[in-house]
């Protein structure tokens, strides 16, 4: 009898397999077709090795972003030049792909934890959990699972931990850095969180020009170099460091608002719950 091959999650490849090519279909048009994608530095892509890679990008919606990576990285290994054009791409998709997402967000309904099937390294947040602030230690299963799909491929994560811009770099991405010396990818992305709602699930607005600069691997002593170090050359290198920050966006202004209103609900129900 033939072996289901499983990845090391215990995930079946084959059922990952067509979810990938299932949601590349679907979700394509969002990047080439309702909008459109402008792609720089794809060529990096092709040029990395197969496993021990970690992708640090700024965030702005919770699935959209990952989803265009998805895109990108595969088009780039069928030798497409900063372009996701033809989507034959994705019927031979890199199924070693992950990304770092927080457990609360992948349980929230039926379509994340499909999503979390098809890559998710899911983490519990140290600092936030059910639209309250925390305080929590960092659990260690959640960092050897990171560790786990490092050794395994490629992982995505967005180290500022939320889609609000300008917030700082939680200190776990360089300790994840030092202790797994992975090949570190910066990634700029743009325009997402104007395309769609916070979710990254629905179009908000169409016509809207997409960005993702893929930046050149940053350079790092990982025996050496402090943590400070490493957190100050990812702020940078996804152009998150406040120097960055010349005049604040009405919009981005308007995220912070809608952040203020949603934990102000969420406390109200919190109250009326164990009222």
């Known amino acids: 009898m033939k072996l289901i091959k499983r990845n090391p999650f215990g995930h079946i490849l084959f059922l990952k397999l067509?979810?990938?090519?299932?949601?590349?279909?679907?979700?394509?048009?969002?990047?080439?077709?309702?909008?459109?994608?402008?792609i720089e530095g794809s060529e990096i892509i092709r040029d990395l090795p197969?496993?021990?890679?970690?992708?640090?990008?700024?965030?702005?919606?919770?699935?959209?972003?990952?989803?265009?990576?998805?895109h990108v990285f595969n088009a780039a290994l069928h030798e497409r030049v900063d372009s996701i054009k033809h989507i034959s791409y994705i019927w031979n998709p890199k199924l070693n792909i992950y990304f770092v997402a927080a457990s609360e967000t992948m349980k929230s309904g039926l379509l994340p934890k499909i999503f979390a099937y098809a890559g998710s390294v899911s983490i519990d947040r140290t600092w936030?959990?059910?639209g309250q602030d925390v305080n929590r230690q960092v659990k260690m299963s959640d960092i050897k699972?990171?560790?786990?799909?490092?050794?395994?491929?490629?992982?995505?994560?967005?180290?500022q931990g939320t889609t609000t811009p300008f917030k700082p770099i939680r200190r776990g991405t360089a300790h994840i850095i030092k202790t797994f010396k992975p090949i570190v990818i910066p990634i700029v992305i743009d325009g997402f969180r104007r395309s769609f709602d916070k979710k990254g699930l629905m179009i908000k607005k169409r016509g809207i020009l997409q960005s993702m600069v893929i930046k050149s691997p940053l350079e790092i002593d990982y025996e050496n170099e402090s943590v400070e170090s490493i957190i100050y050359k990812i702020e940078m290198a996804i152009e998150q460091h406040p120097s960055f920050l010349k005049v604040t966006p009405a919009e981005e202004i308007q995220v912070d608002v809608y952040q203020k209103e949603e934990d102000e609900l969420n406390s109200q129900r919190n109250f009326w719950k164990n009222y």
């Open 145 to 159: 699972n990171i560790g786990i799909a490092l050794e395994d491929g490629w992982v995505i994560t967005f180290p």
């Open 50 to 70: 197969e496993t021990n890679v970690l992708f640090v990008s700024n965030h702005q919606t919770y699935f959209a972003d990952v989803t265009a990576m998805f």
């Open 18 to 38: 067509w979810l990938i090519r299932i949601f590349g279909l679907i979700s394509h048009r969002r990047y080439r077709g309702f909008n459109e994608l402008q």
């Open 128 to 130: 936030r959990a059910k």
